[in-house]
Structures are given as C-alpha cells and as structure tokens.
C-alpha cells in the first residue's frame, strides 16, 4: 500500500518534471511555427485596440517637473551615424541639412534647422521608456509634427507618417539596416507628437539624434527615431524593407508599441 | 472525527466521494497553471534584456539599482553575480554567467529558464503578452463565477471560528508537523489554506496585472495616477518583480502541500471535481 502510494507519487513528481521539460524544449519548435507565431502575436491588435479605444485621440503622457529630469540619460542605439554624408553636416552645424516631406501631400516641404525652430515650439518632459525596460525623464521642445503636416496638406489617401533617419544601426548590403519607422496620423497629430531639436533645454546632441528626432510621448523608445531626414507620407508601409513599419518592426518588435 | 470512531478502531474505515471543486473552478485552475507558467518564462527572457532593478520613476545604467544580476570578467574569469542591497552573491552557473550551447554565456537568467531559451525579447514579450491576455480573460471568468456561485462566500471566507489566534496558532503546529485534517474536518479548506487562497486571489495576481499595466506609456496616458500610486514606473517594475517571485514560493508551497496531503485524491479533485474523505478506521 505504502510502496504503491510512493510509485505513484514518484510517477507523478518524474511526468510533471518531464512534460515541463518538454515544454520548454518544445516552445523553441513552437516559437520557429509559422501558424502558432501568428495566434500569438494576435496580441498585439488587441492590445492596440484596447489601449486606442481607453485612450481616445488625446489622452496625454505623463508630463513631469524639471526636478524629475534624470541626472543621465542613456544614449541608445546609434551613437553617431558614421556616413559621409552626416558628417559633412555636423562638420558645418547642420546648416546643409534638410527636413523633406513628402508622398502623398499636396505641398512636399523642405525645412532647414532654422525653419523648424522659427515655428511655434512646445516644450514637454516626458518619461522614455526602453522597450528593455529601463526609464529617463528629458525634457524635448520641438515643432509639434501635426503643424508641419498641416503646411504639407495630407491627401486624402494619406494613412502612415514613414520617418527616414540618417543612421544604418545594422550593415547591411542592401540597406535594410537604415534605421526608419512609421506611425498613424493619430499618432501623428497628437498633441504631444514633436520633432524635436532640443532636449533639457540644448541643441540634440550627436548621440540624441542631432538636428532631429520624433517623440511620440505614449509609445516605447524604438518609436522614437533619430536622425530624421525625410517623412514620407503614404497608403501603405508593407513596400519599405522588411514590410512592417520600422527597423525593430522588422525585427520582430510590434509595431504598436504602446505597453 | 466522531467519538465512536476514535474509539472503535475495529469499525472499517469508510471512503465516500465528495464534489469538491466546480467545473468552473477546475478550468479556470489548469488554465491559470498554464497561463503563469508562460508568463514567468516568458517574463525571465524580457527581465533579461535589463537586468536591472530600481525605485522610483527613471532607472537605467547608472542610476543606484536595487537588484542587478550581471557577469564580470572575461575568458576563463567569467563570473555572474547577484547584487541586492549592495550585497553581491557569486551565482555563476546559474545567474549571469550559465552554460548556453555549452559554452559560459553571459545572461542574467539561464536559457533552460526562459521562452524562448535563447536571448530573443520581442519573441518573450508576444509570448507574454498573449497569455497575459488569456490571464486576464480567465481570472476575469473565475472571478464572475466564483462571486456568483457563492464560491468565495461558502469556500474562501474564513469563519469567526476559524479566524480566532488560539485556531490559527493549532493549525500552524499541525501544518508544521504535517498532520492535515480528516474524515469531516477534510471537507472544507483549512483557515491558512483560505488565507493563502484569498492573498492570491486578490493581491498577488491582480497586483501582476497592475503592476504590468502600470509599465504600459499607453496605459500611463489613460491612468496618469497609476504612476503615482506605485510612486513610479521604475517601482512598479520592481514590484512586479518581487510578486512574481512571492508567487513562484506560493506555487512551491502549495504543490508541496499536495504532495504531503494526499497527491492523486488532490489532483484528481482538482481534475474530476471529486476528493475521498475517510471516515473512521485507523489512518494506514
């Protein structure tokens, strides 16, 4: 009876132990499914849907005090985009350097430095959350990106802001390492959606993303580019390299990246 | 126990099956089960991207951390540590510094540890937050039908009774020498089982969830006070650390308690919904 009770349990204690086992080996096999990868990434529209419809268009990022400002705010992927090219305007103070605006607009822009910085600024701390997980607080001012769209004028068919940046965080032969992302015109008129060129109250530096950067206060730090070049309007972002929005994106990050 | 029984030790000892737990119940147990399992692994390779605790709102490389697990060295001189509180515990083997494909491999948890096994935080956060989902949706379903049922009313709430100091003292010694009730006795949860019960219940699992959702900037546009509730997003993280593992020693203890007091009537409760009570005879 004893003996028994003791086999069983010693059964029990061996089958739990090996099905986790096999769980887990199991979840590589099943992380590599292209069936079961699509059911979990499932998530990511719900959690879109979710947070779009709590949130309304203008529910705002928590804006802090200058006392909240972190002493040290980590420089995080490109530290210094090494083409040719972005030298050359770092070597003159930006003055060469274009913001483009085109796609499906009706008025394609360039802005200099100087152009951005004569339009009405607006000046937020905010938190930078890594999508790793660690925070900064930094205060941006910058051009608030709906003024500038609203100079392009969107057409109609417009649905996606595509941000082209500078830097190439991954070398690549074809290019597929230039760091870029995209959001909606949601995002994209929301209030605290700025292009900024100063942050805690200086010019961006080199490893901030100088001249230029997007804030985009209510997702994760990979959405916020840096070294904006050009923003191309368009239907559809699935043509740009990887087709799902952005350089992490195409990583397998989501492209909503709002928890 | 009755008193002819404990004197009567020739009577046969009688098993009858009583309905202990509801369908509800059950699914709602072995969903959850499977849901936290998935979670915790799944949440080891997104704590592994930084890993790194700390009070407050901001937190990263340089700012004073309350936890750090990391790897020192090179070559042969790799070593992973522990640091909590200024305190450094050498972990290698296990905590950052473990074997990866056979080779030392710094990582803050180890790769038999988490989904997937090797370093991937975009593939660990859809994992997570799928079955943070079905977390949710689930909890939700047990919590509905468990208030419906009278399930938290009948089963969960202590009695007066139960809640005295004089009980609570008794059953901690007979927990203590793994003597666990029986024949009438057996048919409801004990005091300690229906505070342990209720903490999980009702703070440790929803306090996953808001501490999770409190690290969410789309969350923290909606909510603003959640942030200070916590006292910052930093805090929340570290919470939502610290209860994950209060609830990896809550699952220890509890299958050791089904381990000790009974493994196959238990489960087969928690499975069929039915558990043998013994009445009378001598205990084998």
């Known amino acids: ?259 | 126990m009755t008193e002819w029984a404990r004197n009567d030790n020739d009577e046969p000892p009688r098993v009858s099956l009583v309905r202990r737990h509801s369908i509800a119940t059950r699914l709602t147990h072995w969903l959850n089960v499977l849901c936290l399992s998935f979670l915790l692994l799944s949440g080891l390779q997104i704590f592994n991207a930084h890993p790194e605790l700390y009070w407050g709102h901001y937190g990263a490389d340089g700012d004073p951390a309350v936890l750090t697990i990391g790897a020192g060295g090179s070559g042969d001189d790799l070593h992973g540590f522990l640091r909590i509180a200024g305190v450094e515990l050498p972990t290698t083997g296990v905590l950052g510094v473990s074997n990866f494909e056979g080779t030392p491999t710094p990582r803050a948890f180890p790769a038999w540890s988490t989904i997937p096994s090797f370093q991937d935080l975009a593939a660990g956060r859809h994992w997570h937050f799928f079955f943070a989902w079905l977390f949710v949706i689930n909890g939700l379903v047990y919590l509905a039908c468990s208030f419906l049922s009278g399930h938290f009313r009948r089963d969960l709430t202590p009695t007066r009774h139960q809640l005295s100091l004089h009980h609570l003292w008794h059953e901690v010694v007979d927990h203590a020498r793994l003597r666990f009730p029986e024949g009438d006795e057996a048919r409801h949860y004990n005091a300690l089982q229906k505070l342990t019960y209720l903490i999980v219940i009702v703070v440790l699992l929803p306090m996953m969830l808001i501490t999770g959702l409190t690290m969410s900037p789309g969350i923290d546009a909606v909510l603003p006070w959640l942030v200070d509730v916590f006292g910052g997003r930093q805090t929340a993280r570290t919470i939502h650390f610290i209860t994950a593992s209060l609830l990896v020693l809550f699952v220890i203890v509890h299958v050791a308690m089904v381990v000790l007091s009974g493994t196959w009537n238990n489960t087969r409760s928690m499975i069929t919904g039915r558990y043998a009570i013994r009445h009378g005879g001598r205990k084998s």
């Open chain 1, 1 to 259: 009876m004893t003996v028994q009770f003791f086999t069983r349990r010693r059964f029990l204690i061996g089958s739990t132990l090996g099905a986790s086992a096999l769980t887990l080996s199991g979840c590589d096999v099943l992380e590599r499914n292209e069936q079961v990868g699509s059911v979990i990434r499932s998530a990511e529209n719900l959690t879109m849907r979710a947070q779009r419809l709590l949130q309304g268009r203008d529910a705002r990022a928590r804006e802090f005090a200058e006392t909240d400002i972190s002493p040290s705010f980590r420089v995080n992927g490109t530290s210094r985009p090494d083409s040719e090219d972005y030298a050359a305007f770092v070597e003159n103070g930006f003055a060469d350097w274009r913001l483009k605006i085109d796609g499906l607009v009706d008025r394609p822009q360039e802005f200099t430095l100087a152009d951005l910085k004569k339009l009405a600024a607006r000046t937020q701390i905010t938190r930078h959350d890594c999508v790793e997980g660690w925070s900064a607080i930094g205060k941006w001012t910058g051009v608030p990106l709906g003024l500038v769209l609203t100079a392009a004028g969107l057409k109609p068919s417009a649905r996606f802001a595509v941000f082209h940046c500078a830097d190439e965080l991954e070398k690549t032969l074809d290019g597929s390492g230039r760091y870029y992302e995209s959001i909606d015109l949601i995002d994209a008129f929301h209030p605290q959606t700025i292009l900024a060129y100063a942050m805690n109250g200086k010019d961006l530096t080199i490893g901030h993303g100088a001249p230029l950067r997007l804030r985009v206060e209510r997702q994760l730090g990979y959405k916020q580019a840096k070294y904006l070049m050009r923003i191309e309007l368009v239907d559809s972002f699935s043509g740009f390299w990887g087709g799902n929005g952005g350089y992490w994106e195409d990583r397998g990050y989501e492209w909503y990246a709002g928890i």
